[in-house]
Each structure stands twice: as structure tokens, then as C-alpha cells.
């Protein structure tokens, strides 16, 4: 193993320094990479140099050949546009990011993209940029590293024990998503979480002291995190002590306030705002050179300080530490080691279909006609039994959003706790989840009104983008949620949430759509699922096996031509979801009597419906027959299945009446619905 990097992990006295180009060759990489791609941010990966080579040279425990070992320290890089710091980091430690692609910097299909992206670059536990959240995913992991520390852990087998390490600067901090997250983590007492701030007083307009003066030490303390102010960013020494003391403190996350300059080395360029964002040039980059004393050309590492930053053997005996401690755990713990696995490997209990066909069978024969909010509950009460990975939570409505089920217990004051009350933080609550769901061994599921899902808008994204199974529950759909009124009704929000690529938006109808739904989100392993739920009771939808069956496709025939247009060639659509497939039959029901052949679609998932073969879309939806479509939000999504056809949806925001009257109101009749596909026909 290197001496050096033995020296900070185990000695208690102060660390030796590093030798000093072992420090800069962060920098110098950092400058050259982000002068060959024209583009990038060498200020940060300049100024906090320092910071991350004590941290990864003498605390963090990771392993370069399995990024994904279970209790590895996790890094998060909240100012993620510092992303070359993190690929000079994961390069140099000896992951598989060769030189080449720190060439590559922001190229196309290379490794080391503009910001880090989860699941592009080994070693990058969640991609940032969009500002604040990487800290608010960072609560998320230490929340799951807590939670399966209190569920698995026995007196001997620490089998979760890691940190997690977080740098940020005064962008993530101004950001009001980082109040949501580090408040709820000092009220969680986050222990293992460990946030540097990169105090250098610079954003990208200029010196901060115009638009940001916080006293952040007093922030946090306020928050009852543990604060280590006024560090030497640059200090090694100084930067070590203070990891020791944030590690000291076990119950409370810590903040270390680390004192930089922004692209420091640089002769003319450091500590002014135009170091952020920009190369620094050729001129500036040499002088850079020979202030620092770096000797090497462009990305040239010197063999003594690729020795310095070796992590391999270090991270194989750690993880191998480990290895031998989960095998001590499963000779002694079987059946918790057993139920580790499965859950780390992100597999379903094996009995998982069969509880949903049960299920599934008992609420057919039950026909209840319920607010999909409350189907959506005694899906949760029904599967959660069987699946101690969910971890609940709503954003101050578990009430409203029937997140709750009966075996819900809160993180705080029981161990192994499964539900979070995120308080009104719905933001918060969205990144949060994504930590949670990055960690493994956790699907988080958390709700808050649909109309509020604005608030949580990039997390939403960033789950979808990083192709992550967190799960969100959006209840209260529609103008039918009533007197509560326009603020609180969803016009646009479906749509929006449809527009997302990768998020999968689920409007159920009924009770058993909702089961499809929930076990489609949950056996979902590639990405996010939006679950958009009634606050208003919906009638059960009858369906034979094989329409039952249809449900999972995302869409399906619900109702065939009927009365004395059954068995006729068929002569329109109507599409609906949610609250208005009821409505869709009422208007089948009308245009039936009337001998005209329409069938009703039934269309709880547009996204998955789409990803069907095209023979089945066309069988659902063959074209040329004219189509109209029915759903109380923004009509412009329905566009595409329509064609010349007509929608019925809102176009205005909604007021403040009771459900049955707004419905009257904005044209949600099963006589405007059977008028619009007479008109269609017509037409
Ligand atoms: C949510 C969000 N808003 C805006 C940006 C654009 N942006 C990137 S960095 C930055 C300034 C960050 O300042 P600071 O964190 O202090 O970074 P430093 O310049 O010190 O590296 C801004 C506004 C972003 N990435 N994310
Ligand atoms: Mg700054």
C-alpha cells in the first residue's frame, strides 16, 4: 500500500503534507483539459485542490475497481461544474478513465462530460450541475446509509458504515433547495455526512458580496449541523484536522467552511470570476506553469505522482475488508444477508407477481369505487408487507396524499424507520428521494400535490435522466379536487410531466388500474415513475380477463362497440384518463343508444403505450378512425393520437367550486363528449 495515502487514514498525529505536485497535478489537468475543449470550469478544480487531495488521499474509502462496492464512501460533487477536479480525481486514483478520455473533456460519447453524469463516468455517484441538488442527493445517500445501518448492522458487522462527502460552493448554498435538504439533515442528525463549502466569494457575475452575505457558519448552526469555520482551504493540515473533527462528531452532519481561491495558481486570472466558467488561456496557462513549478507538458502525469495517487490496493483491501466481514455476517445472519443481497441487487421479492395477481384479483372482485388516492394507499398497505425496501414520505400531506399504510413508522425516534416526513420541502423531498434511490437497497416513494410538482420540476428531470426508480405520488389531479381552487388545480402539470423523456406519468382510472400502475413503477428499474392520483372517488371500470391484462400496456380497449352498434364496423375513439374514462363511458353509452359503433380507450400511460409494437398501437388505435379525446388538463399532448380529431381538455386555469359543478363548467359532460365525436364524424 502507498505510505502516503496510509499516513492521513491511519495516523493520529497531523498528516504529512503531499508533495506539492501531487496537489497540482489537479490543477494543471483541470487547465489543459478545459483549454483543449474550448470549454469548461478550471476555477474550482483550481481552488479546492488542495481540499480533495486530503480528502481522497487520506479518508476517502473507495475502491477504483468496483465503484459500486456497497459501502464505499460516497463523493458527491455538488458544484458540479467543477466536474474535470472529479474526473482528474477518479483518473489519477485509478479508475477506468484513462488519459484519453480527460482529453475527451465534453466530447461527444466521451466519458468525461460537461457535468458528472451517473452511469456515464465509473465513479460518479449522481450528476450534478443544476445547482443544490448534488447536496440534497448527498442527504438522500446519508439517509439510506443511516436507515440500512439501523436495519442491517449487529454488534461486530458494521456493515454500513461509510461517509458521505460533499463539496459545494456559494451557488449550491444561495440555491433554496439547500436550505430544504440541510434543514431536514439536521434535523435527522445526518452523522456520517460531511459537506465542504468552497468559500471563495466568487459566482459567475462577480464577487458575491453583492448578492450573497449569509453567514453561512450561522446557518448551519441554526440548522444543528456541526460547523468547522473559518478553514484554510489551501492548508493541508488545516483541511485534514478538520475532516478528523467532522468524523469525531457522530450524530450531526458537518459543515467545513473551507476559505479558497477560486483558480489559485493562476498569475492573473485567480480569485476573479473570470477563472469560472472560460479557458484560461495558452499565456495564462504557462504562467500558471511556472508559478506552480509544474514541469510536465499537457496532460503528462509524472510516474512518482500517479504512485502518489494510486488508490487500487488500498480500495481492494478495504472492499476485501469488507467481503470477509458480510461473509462472517452470513453465516450469522442468513436470512438478513439473504434479504441484503436481494435488496442491494435492486431485485423484487420473488412472491412479487403473485401479490399483485392476488391483488389484483381482490379488487376486481371488490369493484370499489374510491379516489384513486386511496386504491393507490391499499396498493401500498397491500405490497409494503412484502417489500421492506419502500421507504415512504410526503412533503407535509402524508393525509391528503395516503402515503401512510399501517405498518409506516417514522425515520425519526424508531430505528429502521420506513416513512419521512419531508415537511413542506417538496423540492427537498424530490432530490432527496434520488439520493435515496442512487444509494441502493431503498426505493423511496414520496407525495405532495400534483400542482406542486413545479416545485420538485428538476428533480423530476434529473431522476428521469439519470434513470433512477424513485417514485412519485401526485395526488389531487385535477379541477376535480374542487374548492380548494385554482392554486391547487393541475391544468398543465400532466402534460408537463408527459414531456419529461424517460419519466413515466400514470393516470389511473379506477382501483385496478391503480395496481398496474404502482407495479409498473416499482418493477420499473430504468427510471422514474409519476403516479397522478384523485382526490375525488371514481367508479370501478369492469373489465374481462384479457382487457385486465391490456392494462400494463399503457393503453388498451376498454369498452368495444356496444348495444345496437355492437359487433359494427367501427366508427370513432374516444381516449381518456383518470377521471374521465368514466366520463368516456358515458358517452359510449349515449353514442350507442344512438347506433353509432365507438370504442373507448383507456390510456393510463401514454409513454408506455408508445414504446408498444406499432402492431398493437394500431390495433388499439387504427388509423383513419377518427378519435377524440378527453382529459381535464391542457389538451396539446392528446394532439398526436387525435390527428384531425378533436380534444377536450382545459384551457384556462380553473376556479374555486365544487368538483361536480367545475366539471359542468369547463365541458366535462358525457353529452359535450358524444357531441364532439358526432361532430367528428360529421366532419
Ligand atoms: C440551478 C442552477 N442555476 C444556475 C446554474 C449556472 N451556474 C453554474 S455555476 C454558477 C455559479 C456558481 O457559483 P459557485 O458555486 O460559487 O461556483 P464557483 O464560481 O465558486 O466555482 C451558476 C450560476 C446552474 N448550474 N444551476
Ligand atoms: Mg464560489
Known amino acids: 500500500m502507498n505510505a502516503k495515502v496510509q499516513s492521513f487514514e491511519s495516523g493520529s498525529g497531523p498528516a504529512a503534507a503531499p508533495a506539492r505536485d501531487s496537489v497540482n497535478v489537479l490543477r494543471a489537468l483541470a487547465m489543459d483539459a478545459v483549454q483543449k475543449a474550448n470549454s469548461g470550469h478550471p476555477g474550482m478544480p483550481m481552488g479546492m485542490a488542495e481540499i480533495a487531495t486530503v480528502l481522497w488521499r487520506g479518508h476517502l474509502r473507495h475502491n477504483p475497481a468496483n465503484p459500486a462496492w456497497p459501502d464505499r464512501d460516497r463523493f458527491v460533487l455538488s458544484n458540479g461544474h467543477g466536474s474535470m477536479l472529479l474526473y482528474a480525481l477518479l483518473h489519477l486514483s485509478g479508475?477506468?478513465?484513462?488519459?484519453?478520455?480527460?482529453?475527451?473533456?465534453?466530447?461527444?460519447?466521451?466519458?468525461?462530460?460537461?457535468?458528472?453524469?451517473?452511469?456515464?463516468?465509473?465513479?460518479?455517484?449522481?450528476?450534478?450541475?443544476?445547482l443544490g441538488q448534488g447536496i440534497s442527493n448527498a442527504v438522500g445517500l446519508a439517509v439510506a446509509d443511516k436507515l440500512l445501518a439501523e436495519r442491517f448492522n449487529r454488534p461486530g458487522f458494521e456493515l454500513f458504515s461509510h461517509h458521505t462527502y460533499v463539496f459545494l460552493g456559494d451557488g449550491?448554498?444561495?440555491?433554496?433547495?439547500?436550505h430544504e435538504a440541510c434543514s431536514l439533515a439536521g434535523t435527522l442528525g445526518l452523522g456520517r455526512l460531511i459537506a465542504f463549502y468552497d468559500d471563495n466569494g466568487i459566482s459567475i457575475d462577480g464577487h458575491v458580496h453583492g448578492w450573497f452575505t449569509d453567514d453561512t457558519p450561522k446557518r448551519f448552526e441554526a440548522y444543528g449541523w456541526h460547523v468547522i469555520a473559518d478553514v484554510d482551504g489551501h492548508d493541508t493540515a488545516a483541511v485534514d484536522a478538520a475532516i478528523r473533527a467532522a468524523k469525531a462528531v457522530t450524530d450531526r452532519p458537518s459543515l467545513i467552511c473551507c476559505k479558497t481561491v477560486i483558480a489559485k495558481g493562476a498569475p492573473t486570472k485567480a480569485g476573479t470570476h473570470e477563472s469560472h466558467g472560460a479557458p484560461l488561456g495558452d499565456k495564462e496557462i504557462a504562467a500558471a506553469r511556472s508559478a506552480l513549478g509544474w514541469k510536465y507538458p499537457a496532460f503528462e502525469v509524472p510516474q512518482s505522482v500517479y504512485a502518489d495517487w494510486d488508490a487500487r490496493e488500498a480500495g481492494a483491501a478495504a472492499e476485501s475488508r469488507w467481503r470477509e466481514l458480510l461473509r462472517g455476517y452470513t453465516r450469522s445472519y442468513p436470512a438478513e444477508a439473504h434479504e441484503l443481497q436481494r435488496r442491494l441487487s435492486g431485485d423484487l421479492p420473488e412472491d412479487f407477481d403473485t401479490r399483485v395477481r392476488d391483488l389484483t384479483t381482490r379488487v376486481k372482485e371488490k369493484g370499489q369505487s374510491i379516489a384513486t388516492r386511496k386504491a393507490s394507499q391499499d396498493v401500498i398497505e397491500a405490497l409494503a408487507p412484502a417489500l421492506p425496501e419502500l421507504l415512504g414520505g410526503s412533503a407535509d400531506l402524508a393525509g391528503s396524499n395516503l402515503t401512510l399504510w399501517s405498518g409506516s413508522r417514522s425515520i425519526v425516534g424508531a430505528p429502521a424507520g420506513n416513512y419521512i416526513h419531508y415537511g413542506v420541502r417538496e423540492f427537498g423531498m424530490a432530490a432527496i428521494m434520488n439520493g435515496i434511490a442512487l444509494h441502493g437497497g431503498l426505493i423511496p416513494y414520496g407525495g405532495t400535490f400534483l400542482t406542486f410538482s413545479d416545485y420538485c420540476r428538476n428533480a423530476l428531470r434529473m431522476a428521469a435522466l439519470m434513470r433512477i426508480r424513485s417514485i412519485f405520488v401526485f395526488t389531487h389531479d385535477s379541477i376535480g379536487l374542487g374548492e380548494d381552487g385554482p392554486t391547487h388545480q393541475p391544468v398543465e402539470h400532466v402534460a408537463s410531466l408527459r414531456l419529461i423523456p424517460n419519466m413515466d406519468v400514470w393516470r389511473p382510472c379506477d382501483t385496478e388500474e391503480t395496481v398496474v400502475a404502482w407495479a409498473a413503477a416499482l418493477e420499473r428499474r430504468d427510471g422514474p415513475t409519476s403516479l397522478i392520483l384523485s382526490r375525488q372517488n371514481l367508479p370501478f371500470q369492469k373489465r374481462d380477463e384479457r382487457v385486465s391484462a391490456a392494462i400494463a400496456r399503457g393503453g388498451y380497449v376498454l369498452l368495444e362497440p356496444a348495444g345496437a352498434a355492437a359487433g359494427s364496423a367501427l366508427q370513432a375513439i374516444i381516449l381518456a384518463t383518470g377521471s374521465e374514462v368514466d366520463l368516456a363511458a358515458a358517452a359510449h353509452k349515449l353514442l350507442s343508444e344512438a347506433g353509432r359503433a365507438v370504442r373507448v380507450v383507456s390510456m393510463p400511460c401514454t409513454s408506455l403505450f408508445d414504446r408498444q409494437s406499432r402492431e398493437y398501437r394500431e390495433a388499439v388505435l387504427p388509423p383513419g378512425v377518427p378519435c377524440v379525446a378527453v382529459e381535464a388538463g391542457v389538451p396539446d399532448t392528446w394532439r398526436k393520437y387525435v390527428g384531425q380529431g378533436e380534444v377536450i381538455g382545459m384551457t384556462s386555469f380553473g376556479e374555486s367550486a365544487p368538483a361536480s359543478e367545475l366539471f359542468r363548467h369547463f365541458g366535462f359532460t358525457p353529452e359535450r363528449v358524444a357531441g364532439a365525436v358526432q361532430a367528428v364524424l360529421s366532419g
Open 95 to 130: 479508475y477506468a478513465l484513462p488519459m484519453e478520455e480527460l482529453r475527451r473533456f465534453r466530447q461527444m460519447g466521451s466519458k468525461t462530460p460537461g457535468h458528472p453524469e451517473y452511469g456515464i463516468t465509473p465513479g460518479a455517484e449522481t450528476t450534478t450541475g443544476p
Open 172 to 178: 449550491c448554498l444561495m440555491e433554496g433547495i439547500s
